[in-house]
């Protein structure tokens, strides 16, 4: 998934699903199904969706659900809520599941309110200072990779690419071969 923070374009709220499924793909490489989100959503994140809606949300055709829709679905792909909400401010999964998953950095964000411009870059360049020292890398992505081998392609029938590739397909299925 191209990263399009600071771009100046939003990903779409399909798109954030898709990057979330993608980064729940299980050993095979398979993502969980609409129907698997739908039952997740009955574990008590909001109120339960059906298989349909959740459809619905993952294909695009349904781009401005409810909060409580978002809730559920954020829910049940163990993610912050507010990655599903419209907007490039959004957008950076990473922050915001250090944000909902740390309590010292929002008291460091709500530490950083008033403070000058040079005085946050001092922040950050200490920061990128102590990743170094621990040996993590200074560049962290918005949207967290996959686990290694999930891009991978997985064994069975090939996928067609085409509609001639699966016309073909039926023809040689209806002649036997």
């Given at each position: 998934?191209?990263?399009?923070?600071?771009?100046?374009?939003?990903?779409?709220?399909?798109?954030?699903?898709?990057?979330?499924?993608?980064?729940?793909?299980?050993?095979?490489?398979?993502?969980?199904?609409?129907?698997?989100?739908?039952?997740?959503?009955?574990?008590?994140?909001?109120?339960?969706?059906?298989?349909?809606?959740v459809?619905s949300?993952?294909?695009?055709?349904?781009?401005?659900?409810?909060?409580?829709?978002?809730?559920?679905?954020?829910?049940?792909?163990?993610?912050?809520?507010?990655?599903?909400?419209q907007?490039?401010?959004?957008?950076?999964?990473?922050?915001?599941?250090?944000?909902?998953?740390s309590?010292?950095?929002?008291e460091?964000l709500?530490?950083?309110?008033?403070?000058?411009v040079?005085?946050?870059?001092?922040?950050s360049s200490?920061?990128?200072?102590?990743?170094?020292?621990?040996?993590l890398?200074?560049?962290?992505?918005?949207?967290?990779?996959?686990?290694?081998?999930?891009?991978?392609?997985?064994?069975?029938?090939?996928?067609?690419?085409?509609?001639?590739?699966?016309?073909?397909?039926a023809a040689?299925?209806?002649?036997?071969?």
């Open positions: 998934m191209a990263d399009t923070h600071g771009t100046g374009r939003a990903l779409t709220l399909r798109a954030k699903l898709l990057a979330l499924l993608r980064l729940l793909r299980d050993d095979d490489g398979f993502t969980p199904s609409a129907r698997d989100i739908s039952k997740a959503t009955r574990n008590g994140h909001g109120p339960p969706l059906s298989h349909s809606q459809n949300l993952l294909n695009g055709s349904s781009d401005n659900p409810r909060e409580a829709t978002l809730g559920s679905v954020a829910g049940a792909l163990d993610a912050p809520a507010a990655f599903l909400l907007g490039e401010e959004w957008d950076d999964l990473t922050a915001l599941t250090v944000f909902a998953s309590p010292e950095a929002r460091v709500r530490l950083m309110q008033g403070l000058e040079q005085d946050i870059l001092e922040i200490r920061l990128r200072e102590i990743r170094r020292h621990r040996g890398s200074e560049d962290v992505p918005t949207i967290p990779p996959p686990p290694p081998g999930v891009d991978q392609p997985r064994e069975g029938r090939p996928r067609r690419r085409s509609l001639h590739e699966a016309a073909e397909r040689d299925y209806l002649e036997g071969h």
